[in-house]
């Protein structure tokens, strides 16, 4: 590498060599190399395999996310997914934007899940780009909803359905705490620890499970139509036209009467309230997945999790932005 004096400053420069990475020591092939490990292994294990430096394989790392990002460019999305997740203990949040069609993450930021952190993401796309936005899928959190409709007004909201069942989930939950509670002695054992049997799917138990979720339906009727109607919710996302699916859920609700069941009446009021946003996904041009961004909230945890956490936030916001991208 050669030292050259410059004469407009009078200091010493070295050439620039383009095959070597931000720490000169190490060139931008085993930068690379070393991002890719760090895909599939924390820093620590990384380091140890590689007699590195923590530090040294983080800086490595980060260039070749940094490397990653660029290859793809600027976003200019059409289909938007919106999420919050928390960054540590306290309520303290990060919003997550996803475009659906690439099926990638392209912003993390924000201060908390308020209206103008929101706003944040949309002065960043910019003006162009938003009116380009023609579905938002998110949640049913009124200031991303508020947001969108301020700075992308064009664009169809449609709330999620995996947040939309869980709103039910934790009404069925509340009906085997009222029922716990409401019964005594032996009646209890049937009840007592079977929280995750009942809000599972039932494909998704195991023999064991199965198993006791027929006793426990068999021994309690009133979490027998609990279970059963939170069962059957689940068909209102495959009607095609909004007057069918309009049509279900009146059924649905209808069914709740006598059935004294408090927390699905609830339920069913705020599903009422919000119909607009659920009723979306009938129309053909609204027809993705819904999946993405509670597989994304997921692959999130999980690098948390590996990391025991993570204090440097523009790291982990690296981390979010490239978990979908491809490898370089």
Request: hydrophobic content about 40%; some cysteine; charged content about 30%.
């Amino acid at each position: 590498m050669r030292r050259l004096d410059c004469r407009n400053c009078g200091k010493v420069k070295r050439e620039r060599l383009d095959f070597l990475a931000d720490n000169p020591l190490y060139t931008k092939r085993f930068a690379y190399f070393v991002g890719r490990r760090c895909r599939q292994a924390s820093i620590a294990d990384v380091a140890k395999e590689l007699a590195l430096d923590w530090h040294t394989v983080k800086a490595l790392e980060m260039q070749y996310m940094e490397a990653q990002l660029a290859r793809v460019g600027r976003p200019g999305p059409q289909v938007i997914g919106i999420d919050e997740i928390a960054i540590r203990k306290g309520h303290t949040y990060r919003i997550v934007v996803s475009d659906l069609r690439r099926g990638r993450p392209i912003w993390f930021g924000g201060d908390d899940r308020s209206e103008a952190s929101m706003a944040q993401f949309y002065a960043w796309l910019g003006a162009r780009k938003s009116v380009r936005i023609q579905l938002a899928v998110m949640d049913m959190w009124k200031p991303f909803r508020m947001a969108t409709q301020a700075h992308a007004p064009q664009a169809a909201i449609l709330f999620d359905k995996f947040h939309v069942m869980r709103h039910l989930g934790e009404a069925l939950d509340t009906v085997r705490k009222s029922e716990y509670a409401r019964l005594s002695g032996r009646d209890r054992r049937y009840i007592k620890g079977q929280k995750y049997t009942l809000l599972s799917r039932r494909e998704n138990l195991t023999l064991d499970g199965k198993r006791a979720l027929r006793t426990l339906l068999a021994a309690n009727k009133r979490l027998n139509t609990a279970y059963l109607l939170k069962e059957s919710f689940g068909q209102l996302w495959s009607y095609e036209r909004e007057g069918w699916a309009r049509r279900f859920f009146e059924n649905w609700r209808a069914s709740l009467k006598w059935q004294r069941l408090k927390p699905y009446e609830k339920f069913a009021a705020m599903i009422d309230r919000h119909w607009d946003g659920i009723a979306a996904y009938c129309r053909p041009e609204n027809k993705v997945s819904l999946g993405f961004v509670e597989g994304l909230n997921n692959k999130i945890r999980v690098i948390q999790r590996r990391a025991y956490g993570l204090r440097d936030e523009d790291y982990l916001q690296l981390k979010i932005l490239t978990c979908m991208l491809p490898t370089l």
